[in-house]
């Protein structure tokens, strides 16, 4: 049974320590982001070892031909990282130790962090940290899809097609019949 979920989920090869569940681009609106825009991504982690950290060392984007989409970086804070098969919910600092800064700058810290064994991470704006292609090269709206490579120690790279995530509200109607006022008549 698969989760009906907006975003791409895919696990790591070749020991499948790394499990990346519903990551998509997070939808801002209909026009979607314009060339040298900051696109923040939404994304949850599990690591499935009961016994060892899974390390995230670097996390690239792309276009479906293999062009550089930006730089991938760390913004936001403190990762929200958590152990047990739950939701996230225990702070970073309660957790293993992050290798990623408590506060990167607004620039962002490099796209890398610890996650401790069989725990997880949520990576989204308004839940700590969150990971964001920075400066854009080309604009990207619903429908399109940026290509992500994440890095994890100990297996190999992945790459997954990132999906336009979904509003949360649908769009206001527009009326198909135009207002006459007063004036008009």
Known sequence: MVAAVPGNEANSRPHGQAALRNVQIRYNSPEGYPAGATVPLSLYIANNSQAQPLVLRDVTAGTKTGAPL???VLLGGAPDIGTGPAE?????????PAEAPESPSAAGAP????IPP???ARLAA???AYLAIMQVTQPL???SRAYVTFSFDGEQPLTIAVPFGLPLSPAPRVSAVPSVTAGQL
């Open 118 to 120: 069989n725990g997880h």
């Open 141 to 143: 709206r619903p429908g």
């Open 111 to 114: 796209a890398s962090l610890t």
């Open 88 to 96: 996230p919910s225990v702070p970073a600092e309660e957790s293993a």
């Open 126 to 128: 308004g839940h700590g």
């Open 70 to 72: 930006g730089a991938v």
